[in-house]
């Protein structure tokens, strides 16, 4: 399995990298870790005249605490990121998340923003993203922008990412008096996932549920948030939440589809399952954090 | 074609590569180091596993390009070269952890890496530790048990 | 060889008593293969090699109606297009194995023509400067083909007659059966027993998966007029008759090299469709061509296994005894299977370690527009699989504990030699121990109550047993291995062996018993296999013979040099042959250790001074030996699993997993515990995990490592071992041990799930036991609200 001939890039600058995504158009694809994108080409899948490595890029890397919210480049790799302390002690919904990407050598090249640009919908990091509200910074030929996750996600593998368009960074918010649930259901440990949840709740000063997400994944074409369970959630005490009803109400508004591993019946009932795991790990947390 | 310079098993290595061809294939043939394995070449089984830089990396997954600069080891360049065994081959050998040999090299070298991240790994964290590396001979019953017997043989030395 | 096999067992008990058979010896492969340095067949370099690679049908059926190659040709580094015009006339001879060529029948043909069967079906070769151009020209390749409905379930096509797979070959698509229907005793014994139970168990469709993927390297040596094979393969010696009769190279010019082989399980013990072409198209071309399989090929297109249906009817008295038995079995043989049918086996081994006295059984097997079947490691399981778990399901419907069935059905050493209803006499089986040890090591009768302690808090446990008995191939080519040794002029031991190792650890088992035998060490040993100009011919390796009946061959080989040796070392000593031993390759007078001399010194009187010889010794220091073993050889074991099936998600966790085997005489523990292993974690993919899935239009689903999945070392316990030594009557007493792990643990895994089940009214019926299978299975039980 040997991929179809392409041209390689390694500009080392964001500008180097816009200007040839003007140029090449949509003949060009950023690599990033290749984790995803080198399979797709082996087993041509999928195939680009163009490959522009990001990972020399200095703006794309960097982790680092700003106002309020941790800002990851995009080229970090998902095992700096898994092992940075910032990162746990900042975004433990990150932290606790990246594990179950895949395997420690995946993890090794796999970067944090081309897992999410990649926008597998059964992969983690996007729900992360949605979950946590994180905002997106995009470049390209018209300029920089920023996106957020909601607005971001679009599809399977399809994102706000116009064909000459790169991710730069993702800036997750720092979420206070905060409790983190993370789940996923595979076949196998590192396996694409049957159905997952990643879940933030925060207390408000009445030591209530002031805010909530429940941000799902294998369960529709993107990530998908449980808008009315999270509502349902805002101003609930944290030991008093019947987590198995708000786990069914994210569940039912969540679109899966059949696939070989796992038809959408069982999408449903497994996600039910992480979501009350999930929740009720992050119920607790939050009320011991708060306590 | 791209010139590239990269160091493979200590030794500085010149070569002109098409950007397609994957470490993997530069390292089996350009470099004639046939100790890494492909078995799916879609980056699932581990077999084609080396160290870049000190960390474990699926070969099939990276292009030669990228290791531009790169400290490549792979298989041949863990063994001793007075052809003993290291540790973790020693404890490989001691356990039975192979048969036909070809996911070998991907677990040795798979199995350094977690080792140096992790020297005192418990059995939970050892078998998700190997769950990255496809054997269809052992059962993986020798690999866990020469995963343990390197972690005490490594605390043993220090 | 006029020496009996008494007259060597004698000899051996004057050679040092067994040192190193049945111990843990290093594996003599292990410094190579941990360091890289192994050589298989993609590692082989030979100047101005061309990558040869497929171009394969995307349909399952249909007419070939266009295929023009031109733009492929004209692609840079492309030194050939090639379709069946150009190889199939090519063929001189017969594509089927040499001890199959009576059994195969179906069409063969190199390459597709005119028509395809199969997605995968190979329809061109590009052969190019590499693999990565070869891959760019076979897209220039257009190919139409008009499609026609295809036969993708097997026992639709059983029934059907208006999708032929094969047209004009037959009127249907069952090619072969064997039936020997009840008597009236048993027709009456299955309708009007106490109990009597009728189910049908289908297994799906998985496979072997070696991680190294077939390959083959094919070249013209002009200096030694010989036409060279370089093959991963199980059997170097048929791969070189084949060979010889599709190109019409004689035999005398064909050599065939085997190097580390990464795994075959069965599917390399034929030479297959692919590889022959690409031997064709070498020597049509006249220049080297290598051929590796990608994994997507070698998961749609190598070969498939295990889908097969089994309808089982048992019945037994008030007290559960079996009274009598009956099987319906048919397989999926696929387009163009180039084995033979499991079926038979399966038929004649149905009734296994139990007591059934009357039996009947119909076995068929049927084409289908699938990739074609092969052996996998014990092919003939199905009957276990359908057994064990009729049993279980017996066991539930009489109110009896599956392990207390057991009890009163399984045959005691007592009643050995048993005669099955089939005729085939059971010796040296020790069933009902290996239960016992099984349910001893488990700790049945604890887990019993822990189980139900368990349910009460809402968990779902469950305990599985797996009994069987597994014959040893031991007819016709597969009876007698050769073992040839010969003693080197510096005192060194060459071995020669005509097996095809591909994991087994052959290198060591054999230097163990000729290290033991002859008396030599170990480190003296070198052992060589799988190259055709060195090796004495044998079939290959497979069918759990390389314990019973290539060890008895090297025992037999060892024991006779040693004698040889003794006599030599007698008369330079002025000693009693009966007075000489041999230990660490010295040969001494017994008690008299200055009275003595090397093996180098034996081996110089040998080849050097053979008048020197005793009267009537022949000069030299070699031998080979074929040893028959054509007496029944049976190893058996029990296998006992225990699990936890998650009632939420249906999702199943192996707690523990017990095997209490006997396959006789060990020659070496950690290899025979290794084999068991490998089996065992390939049955509880084929429980749990692995399936190789078409749609219904015959388009293959699982074609990457992401949807075939294989177990992983987290989805595996580790495994227990018990042993019990029942010797076979062969020399050594060595039994088979390679197969029966992948034979004992499908079954065990589904029982442990369905006991687990049944505490709350449901059951699980296909395979895998995936997690929705396992919850929708829950949920048909006890429906959600």
């Known amino acids: ?291 | 074609m791209h010139e590239l310079e990269m160091t493979v098993n200590g030794e500085s290595v010149r070569a002109s590569v098409e950007p397609r061809t994957t470490l993997a294939d530069f390292l089996r043939d350009d470099c004639g180091l046939t100790g890494t394995h492909l078995a799916c070449e879609h980056g699932v089984c581990g077999a084609c596993t080396i160290l870049v830089d000190g960390a474990a990396v699926r070969s099939c997954l990276m292009l030669a390009v990228q290791a531009r600069g790169a400290d490549v080891t792979t298989i041949e360049g863990l063994s001793p070269a007075d052809g003993s065994l290291n540790v973790v081959q020693e404890a490989f050998a001691a356990c039975h952890g192979l048969q036909c040999g070809f996911c070998t090299p991907g677990f040795v070298v798979s199995v350094t890496a977690f080792l140096d991240q992790n020297p005192s790994p418990t059995d939970d964290e050892i078998v998700e530790g190997l769950s990255g590396n496809l054997c269809r001979c052992t059962g993986y019953q020798g690999i866990v048990k020469a995963v343990r017997q390197a972690a005490q043989a490594n605390a043993g030395n220090n | 060889m006029a020496s009996s096999v008494e007259h060597l067992a004698a000899a051996s008990a004057l050679a040092p008593s067994a040192r190193l058979v049945g111990t843990v010896v290093r594996r003599k492969e292990d410094p190579r293969l941990l360091t890289g340095r192994g050589r298989y067949v993609d590692d082989v370099r030979v100047p101005g090699t061309l990558s040869a690679h497929f171009v394969r049908s995307e349909v399952a059926r249909g007419r070939i109606v266009g295929l023009d190659t031109t733009a492929a040709k004209a692609a840079p580094g492309v030194v050939a297009v090639l379709t069946a015009a150009d190889v199939n006339g090519r063929l001189r001879g017969r594509m089927a194995a040499t001890p199959l060529l009576d059994m195969v029948n179906v069409p063969e043909r190199p390459l597709a023509d005119g028509d395809v069967r199969f997605v995968g079906d190979p329809i061109a070769v590009v052969v190019a400067e590499s693999r990565a151009l070869a891959e760019d020209a076979a897209e220039l390749i257009e190919i139409d083909i008009d499609p026609s409905p295809a036969v993708v379930d097997f026992e639709r096509a059983a029934a059907s007659t208006d999708i032929l797979v094969h047209e004009g070959e037959r009127d249907s698509n069952i090619f072969s059966s064997l039936a020997v229907p009840p008597d009236d005793e048993l027709a009456s014994i299955l309708s009007s027993s106490a109990h009597v139970l009728a189910e049908t168990y289908r297994q799906q469709r998985y496979h072997a998966v070696p991680m190294e993927p077939r390959g083959v390297l094919a070249w013209f040596d002009p200096p030694s007029g010989e036409f060279r094979v370089w093959i991963s393969t199980q059997s170097p010696h048929d791969v070189r008759s084949v060979t010889s009769r599709i190109t019409g190279v004689p035999e005398t010019h064909v050599r065939v090299t085997m190097g580390d082989v990464g795994g075959g399980f069965g599917q390399k013990a034929y030479l297959l469709r692919d590889e022959q072409v690409i031997i064709l198209v070498a020597h049509l071309l006249g220049r080297p061509v290598k051929w590796i399989e990608d994994r997507r090929e070698n998961l749609l297109a190598a070969s498939s296994a295990r889908i097969e249906r089994c309808t089982v009817t048992l019945a037994a008295d008030d007290d559960g005894r079996l009274l009598g038995a009956s099987i319906d079995h048919l397989d999926d043989a696929g387009a163009y299977p180039l084995s033979a049918s499991p079926g038979t086996m399966a038929a004649l081994y149905f009734t296994g370690p139990y007591r059934i006295p009357k039996y009947a059984f119909s076995t068929a097997s049927a084409w289908t527009n699938t990739v074609p079947r092969a052996p996998y490691r014990g092919p003939w399981q199905i009957e276990t699989f359908a057994r064990e778990q009729a049993m279980d399901a017996l066991a539930r419907r009489i109110g009896v504990d599956p392990l207390e069935l057991r009890r009163r059905n399984v045959i005691d050493r007592g009643e050995l030699p048993y005669v099955m209803p089939t005729g085939m006499s059971l010796v040296h089986v020790s069933p009902s121990e290996t239960l016992e040890q099984a349910a001893e090591l488990i700790g049945y009768d604890a887990f019993r109550a822990e189980q139900a302690a368990a349910l009460a808090e809402g968990r779902l446990l469950g305990i599985g047993i797996s009994l069987y008995i597994e014959p040893q191939a031991n007819f016709g080519v597969y009876s007698a291995e050769p073992a040839h040794i010969r003693v080197q002029t510096n005192g060194c031991v060459d071995v020669y062996l005509g097996s095809g190792s591909h994991g087994q650890g052959l290198e060591t088992t054999t230097a163990q018993l000729v290290a033991d035998h002859l008396g030599v060490a170990i480190d003296d040993v070198a052992v060589h296999q799988g190259d055709t100009a060195q090796t004495p011919y044998a079939f290959g390796t497979g069918g759990s013979r390389s314990g019973p009946i290539l060890g008895a061959a090297i025992r037999h080989a060892a024991l006779e040099l040693h004698e040889k040796a003794v006599a030599i070392a007698a008369g330079m000593l002025e000693a009693a042959p009966a007075d000489i031993e041999i230990i660490d390759s010295v040969a001494s007078v017994r008690g008299t250790p200055s009275r003595s001399v090397t093996l180098t010194q034996i081996a110089h009187t040998a080849y050097f001074a053979p008048e020197q010889l005793p009267p009537g010794a022949e000069p030299g220091l070699e031998v080979i030996s074929r040893v028959p073993v054509t007496d029944p050889l049976y190893s058996n074991a029990c296998h006992i699993c225990t699990v936890e099936v998650d009632r939420h998600t249906g999702e199943v966790r192996i707690l523990r997993y017990v095997v209490s085997e006997d396959c006789g005489v060990m020659i070496n523990p950690a290899i025979v515990e290794g084999q068991i292993d490998g089996g065992v974690v390939q049955g509880i993919g084929g429980a749990l995990l692995e399936e190789f899935v078409y749609d219904e239009a015959g388009n293959p689903l699982t074609t990457t490592f992401l949807d075939y999945l294989l177990p992983t070392a987290a989805d595996v316990p580790m495994i227990e071992h018990g042993h019990i030594e029942t010797p076979a009557s062969s020399p050594g007493h060595y039994k088979g041990v390679g197969e029966g792990g992948a034979i004992g643990a499908p079954p065990a895994v589904a029982n442990a799930v369905n006991d687990a089940l049944a505490q709350i009214g449901a059951r699980v019926d296909r395979f895998p036991m995936s997690p929705p299978r396992v919850l929708e299975a829950i949920d048909r039980a006890r429906p959600t609200q």
């Open chain 1, 1 to 291: 399995m040997k991929s179809a001939p392409f041209e390689y890039h390694a500009p080392s600058s964001l500008s180097d990298v816009v200007s040839l995504l003007a140029e090449l158009g949509d003949e060009a694809k950023p690599l990033a870790g290749g984790q995803s994108l080198i399979p797709l080409l082996a087993m041509r899948l999928t195939r680009f005249e163009h490959l522009i490595d990001v990972t020399g890029v200095a703006e794309l890397q960097g982790i680092e605490r700003v106002n309020g919210h941790v800002r990851v480049g995009a080229a970090v790799r998902q095992s700096t990121a898994e092992h940075d302390a910032t990162v746990a002690a900042a975004v433990p919904l990150l932290a606790r998340a990246l594990p179950h990407i895949g395997h420690f050598q995946i993890r090794n090249r796999g970067t944090v923003g081309g897992s999410t640009a990649h926008a597998d919908p059964s992969s983690e990091l996007p729900a992360v993203a949605l979950a946590l509200d994180a905002e997106l910074e995009v470049a390209g030929p018209s300029g920089a922008r920023v996106v957020g996750a909601e607005h971001f996600f679009q599809g399977t593998w399809m994102t706000a990412l116009e064909p000459d368009e790169v991710l730069v960074a993702i800036r997750y918010p720092i979420w206070s008096r905060a409790g983190y649930g993370f789940r996923e259901l595979a076949r196998r440990h590192g396996d694409f996932a049957i159905a997952g949840v990643a879940c933030a709740v925060s207390l408000g000063n009445n030591g209530n549920v002031e805010r909530a997400a429940i941000s799902m994944f294998g369960m529709g074409s993107t990530p998908l948030r449980g808008r009315a369970a999270e509502e349902a959630l805002v101003g609930e005490h944290p030991g008093k939440v019947d987590v198995d009803s708000i786990a069914e109400a994210a569940v039912a508004e969540m679109e899966p589809t059949d696939d070989i591993h796992a038809p959408a019946w069982y999408r449903k009932r497994a996600g039910a399952r992480l979501v009350t795991l999930a929740l009720t790990e992050a119920l607790e947390e939050a009320g011991r954090v708060d306590a």
